[in-house]
């Protein structure tokens, strides 16, 4: 079970890494196979669903790692807006590794049209969003923002690191990360403060798989 297990792992990874590069049409499983080194007759036993199961599974992946970046960042940050700061800065050093080459595994979904063929991919790719924005709120508000202000700074980080990726892939250029990172930086210094800090909360449990 653990060779079959870890095959799986294996495969979701590499469709992630295949679909931020690539797309989700363009994101075969010939080449998901040959980056993961699996065997063919892995599919069919670990995604019997199809394409869009394994799409499904690397998308809730990206979501994952996506919240322990943001948690590893909160850890790290000594208010808001440095967690925006540092959140912003891991996207563009990681695009500049890439060469321009990364997007984001969740788009595609939206952007090729995949929620039109499969409501189930629809409904991952809300929740995967949604998952990413709820941990940055929650942080938001430990470091003392208001919870409405957290939660609209929280969509617009998401929205704003989504859109720097693409003009950046575009352009080449590190500047849109940082155009972002300097505007919502600012917003998150002049944000509303709540009366009291949460600081010592729970996050907000993620959903189990």
Same mark, same amino acid.
């Given at each position: 079970?653990?060779?079959?297990?870890?095959?799986?792992?294996?495969?979701? !990874?590499?469709?992630?890494?295949?679909?931020?590069?690539?797309?989700?049409?363009?994101?075969?499983?010939?080449?998901?196979?040959?980056?993961?080194?699996?065997?063919?007759?892995?599919?069919?036993?670990?995604?019997?669903?199809?394409?869009? !199961? =394994?799409?499904?599974?690397?998308?809730?992946?990206?979501?994952?790692?996506?919240?322990?970046?943001?948690?590893?960042?909160?850890?790290?940050?000594?208010?808001?807006?440095? =967690?925006?700061?540092?959140?912003?800065? =891991?996207?563009?050093?990681?695009?500049?590794?890439?060469?321009?080459?990364?997007?984001?595994?969740?788009?595609? =979904?939206?952007?090729?049209?995949?929620?039109?063929?499969?409501?189930?991919? &629809?409904?991952? &790719?809300?929740?995967?969003?949604?998952?990413?924005?709820?941990?940055?709120?929650?942080?938001?508000?430990?470091?003392?923002?208001?919870?409405?202000?957290?939660?609209?700074?929280?969509?617009?980080?998401?929205?704003?690191?989504?859109?720097?990726?693409?003009?950046?892939?575009?352009?080449?250029?590190?500047?849109?990360?940082?155009?972002?990172?300097?505007?919502?930086?600012?917003?998150?210094?002049?944000?509303?403060?709540?009366?009291?800090?949460?600081?010592?909360?729970?996050?907000?449990?993620?959903?189990?798989?």
């Amino acid at each position: 079970m653990g060779a079959r297990s870890d095959a799986k792992v294996k495969m979701v !990874q590499a469709a992630k890494q295949l679909m931020r590069e690539r797309g989700y049409h363009a994101t075969a499983f010939s080449d998901v196979l040959k980056l993961s080194g699996t065997p063919r007759g892995s599919v069919y036993f670990h995604f019997p669903d199809g394409k869009t !199961q =394994l799409a499904a599974e690397a998308v809730e992946a990206h979501a994952r790692e996506q919240v322990d970046i943001i948690d590893r960042a909160a850890e790290q940050a000594a208010s808001a807006a440095e =967690l925006v700061e540092r959140y912003v800065d =891991l996207g563009r050093d990681g695009m500049a590794a890439s060469g321009y080459s990364r997007g984001c595994a969740i788009a595609p =979904l939206v952007t090729e049209g995949a929620t039109q063929e499969s409501a189930d991919l &629809g409904e991952t &790719g809300r929740r995967a969003f949604s998952e990413m924005i709820d941990r940055l709120a929650f942080h938001f508000m430990t470091f003392g923002v208001e919870q409405a202000a957290a939660r609209a700074l929280a969509d617009a980080v998401i929205a704003g690191v989504e859109g720097a990726m693409i003009t950046s892939r575009a352009r080449r250029s590190p500047a849109p990360y940082d155009a972002v990172k300097m505007t919502l930086a600012d917003f998150a210094t002049r944000a509303p403060r709540s009366r009291r800090t949460r600081r010592m909360a729970e996050p907000p449990p993620q959903r189990a798989d």
